[in-house]
């Protein structure tokens, strides 16, 4: 299918949309599943995205579904394995950038407050902030979900309507400048990223701006 999209449209972005679980063909991996069910289900990070016409890497990160809805402190700690394990092989085997294409915690998990989401938010973004320091291939992230105002009836418990989510809302406008800050000091002609140093470190890393 993918070369089929590359034949009609050849400058068409195409990504698989895969949860990023390790298969069979690096079963080294399998240890940053989040659940042994994780290698049953018929999907394989790596082998998948080496399929031909396919563009850029996709993982999603749902700790609270994938270990346990009791929120806790290991969930901060996988996401961040997660990530940095995903951001490896992206570079290592696949030669792409990875997106991490949809994050978040559900406010139904048992101990959810907007202080963990804030922690969760912030490890996400410091880990891919790692890889944009580096040069890596981390590429960007996009949480779930972004709601208005008055279409919260469509909530299925991960929403954030920024406006009624001020710290969380903050953690994101943060971390948009930062980027921001950095693609406008990045030299075009990096591969993922810029790898320059020396200011950069003040602006990816300052609690404010």
């Not at 240890?31 to 563009?55: E, M, W």
């Not at 997660?82 to 490896?88: D, F, G, L, V």
């Not at 299925?156 to 710290?167: E, G, N, Q, R, W």
Request: one cysteine or more; glycine letters at 8%; a negative charge.
């Amino acid at each position: 299918m993918a070369v089929y999209v590359k034949s009609i449209d050849a400058k068409h972005l195409v990504e698989i949309g895969l949860e990023g679980f390790y298969g069979p063909s690096a079963p080294e991996r399998a240890q940053f599943n989040p659940n042994s069910y994780a290698t049953q289900v018929g999907t394989d990070f790596i082998r998948n995205h080496q399929a031909l016409g396919v563009d850029f890497a996709s993982v999603h990160i749902y700790p609270d579904s994938w270990i346990s809805q009791t929120i806790s402190d290991a969930h901060l700690q996988f996401t961040k394995s997660w990530m940095e394990a995903h951001i490896e092989d992206a570079e290592k085997y696949l030669n792409m950038p990875v997106l991490f294409s949809e994050f978040g915690v559900s406010s139904k998990d048992p101990g959810y407050n907007s202080s963990f989401r804030d922690k969760f938010f912030s490890t996400v973004y410091n880990t891919l902030l790692n890889s944009t320091k580096k040069g890596g291939s981390g590429a960007g992230s996009l949480f779930w979900q972004l709601f208005p105002e008055g279409t919260e009836y469509m909530n299925d418990d991960y929403a954030i309507v920024l406006s009624k989510s001020p710290s969380t809302s903050n953690i994101i406008s943060l971390h948009s400048t930062r980027l921001a800050i950095f693609d406008s000091l990045c030299s075009r002609k990096c591969k993922w990223g810029c790898k320059k140093k020396g200011g950069l470190d003040t602006f990816l890393y300052r609690d404010e701006l």
